[in-house]
């Protein structure tokens, strides 16, 4: 009889909890945004947003606005509502490739070379000046400060207030275009004299052998990739430290912050342990 009454309550407590799992359990929301109905991770970026901010309906983050008018040249200025600027963004930026187009067709490859790197400076002065005119109530803002190191590296950090790294991150960053540089150099030069010493039609002279130069040139090729990734690493971690230390810029450490180090000893407080016995150890506390 027992036994029988036993089975009977398992089964209604698994009956209940397969009603309860088979109503409720899909419909639980992980959603907190019930404005948009999607999670953050969902939509990287979003047109409809980012128009929607231009025509002024919403207001879009900092990396939206710089990532859709880093395609649509002079979204910038006008989700910051400075229309007077958008003659000047285009003239400057239109001008000099015109420019640079028709001389390269006329063979003035030079010329037209420096009419694209203007506009280039153009373009990249169009997309400092809408970060710099982003209004925000928040300093330091954290986009600011991560699309200023991404556009010019060392700005975050001014931005942040740090200006003692800006010659650390600035050093670093030349001292790795340095060995770039370098290794370049002496890797075409051995390329060219492997090229030179393994060309049948020509009689080569020179002091290096066919099997030298293949080696140094193999060796500073490395040397000039390593150098490129030094710059590469250099540039992103002045990004990541202007970000990180944007958002650390509350945080305080207070004086009374303290440690304490001191003897404990353990006690055991099941009856199943192998080792009844107390043990002893050091209890580290923190005080902040």
């Known amino acids: 009889m027992k036994r029988f009454l036993v089975s009977i309550l398992l089964a209604l407590c698994a009956l209940n909890a397969s009603a309860q799992f088979r109503s409720e359990a899909f419909q639980q929301s992980y959603n907190d945004d019930k404005s948009s109905g999607k999670d953050s991770t969902d939509v990287v970026f979003s047109f409809k947003e980012y128009f929607a901010g231009l025509g002024h309906k919403q207001e879009i983050k900092i990396g939206t606005m710089?990532?859709?008018?880093?395609?649509?040249?002079?979204?910038?200025?006008?989700?910051?509502?400075?229309?007077?600027?958008?003659?000047?963004?285009?003239?400057?930026?239109?001008?000099?490739?015109?420019?640079?187009?028709?001389?390269?067709?006329?063979?003035?490859?030079?010329?037209?070379?420096?009419?694209?790197?203007?506009?280039?400076?153009?373009?990249?002065?169009?997309?400092?000046?809408?970060?710099?005119?982003?209004?925000?109530?928040?300093?330091?803002?954290?986009?600011?400060?991560?699309?200023?190191?991404?556009?010019?590296?060392?700005?975050?950090?001014?931005?942040?207030?740090?200006?003692?790294?800006?010659?650390?991150?600035?050093?670093?960053?030349?001292?790795?275009?340095?060995?770039?540089?370098?290794?370049?150099?002496?890797?075409?030069?051995?390329?060219?004299?492997?090229?030179?010493?393994?060309?049948?039609?020509?009689?080569?002279?020179?002091?290096?052998?066919?099997?030298?130069?293949?080696?140094?040139?193999?060796?500073?090729?490395?040397?000039?990739?390593?150098?490129?990734?030094?710059?590469?690493?250099?540039y992103l971690l002045q990004v990541i430290d202007a970000n990180v230390f944007s958002y650390m810029h509350d945080f305080e450490i207070v004086d009374d912050m303290a440690m304490t180090v001191k003897p404990a000893v353990i006690m055991q407080d099941t009856q199943l342990a192998f080792n009844p016995s107390p043990a002893f150890g050091v209890s580290v506390g923190f005080r902040f």
């Open 66 to 234: 710089f990532a859709g008018s880093a395609l649509c040249i002079g979204g910038e200025q006008i989700y910051n509502r400075q229309y007077w600027k958008l003659p000047i963004v285009y003239s400057a930026i239109l001008g000099p490739l015109g420019a640079g187009i028709y001389l390269n067709t006329q063979g003035r490859h030079e010329a037209a070379s420096y009419c694209f790197i203007g506009a280039g400076l153009a373009y990249w002065g169009t997309l400092l000046d809408g970060v710099a005119s982003y209004k925000s109530p928040v300093y330091p803002l954290p986009g600011r400060a991560t699309l200023y190191s991404l556009l010019l590296p060392g700005l975050g950090q001014a931005y942040n207030g740090e200006f003692w790294k800006i010659p650390i991150y600035i050093g670093g960053l030349g001292t790795a275009y340095y060995f770039y540089d370098t290794n370049n150099i002496n890797y075409q030069r051995y390329r060219r004299i492997y090229k030179e010493a393994t060309n049948k039609e020509v009689a080569y002279k020179g002091p290096i052998t066919s099997e030298q130069a293949l080696y140094y040139r193999d060796v500073f090729r490395r040397y000039r990739d390593y150098s490129a990734l030094a710059i590469a690493l250099v």
